[in-house]
């Protein structure tokens, strides 16, 4: 069993930065890749970034390519999501996740993930 906290989300200006945290118990970070997806209202839960269990690949969506950092402390369970450069459309929840055992890798889509945290919001005013 796996259990994912987020935290660090809050209320920034455009232009601004926040780095988010994820948290896991359960089994050692290191045994597998995670993931950030995020949902704004009204909208469906989109893919952000991913991260190999190594640590030393990474994948992001188009829309945070250059502005987004997603890492990877494995020696402390920790995932880091660092958002530099935010805009207005960057307001969504967000969320960690655990990709199913055996997918590959990156994994896009939600389905493809079976553990979640409860999510962080991150709201950025224009």
């Known amino acids: 069993q796996v259990q994912l906290v987020e935290s660090g989300g809050g209320l920034v200006q455009t232009g601004g930065s926040l780095r988010l945290s994820c948290a896991a118990s359960?089994?050692?970070?290191?045994?597998?890749?995670l993931g950030w997806f995020r949902q704004a209202p009204g909208k469906e839960r989109e893919f952000v970034a991913s991260?190999?269990?190594?640590?030393?690949?990474?994948y992001y969506a188009d829309s945070v390519k250059g502005r987004f950092t997603i890492s990877k402390d494995n020696a402390n369970n920790m995932m880091y999501l660092q958002m530099n450069s935010l805009k207005p459309e960057d307001t969504a929840v967000y969320y960690c996740?655990?990709?199913?055992?055996?997918?590959?890798?990156?994994?896009?889509?939600?389905?493809?993930?079976?553990?979640w945290g409860q999510g962080t919001q991150v709201t950025v005013s224009s």
């Open positions: 991260i190999t269990l190594s640590g030393r690949n990474t």
């Open positions: 359960g089994r050692p970070f290191s045994n597998y890749a």
């Open positions: 996740a655990r990709p199913q055992y055996g997918s590959s890798w990156p994994a896009l889509e939600p389905e493809r993930y079976d553990y």
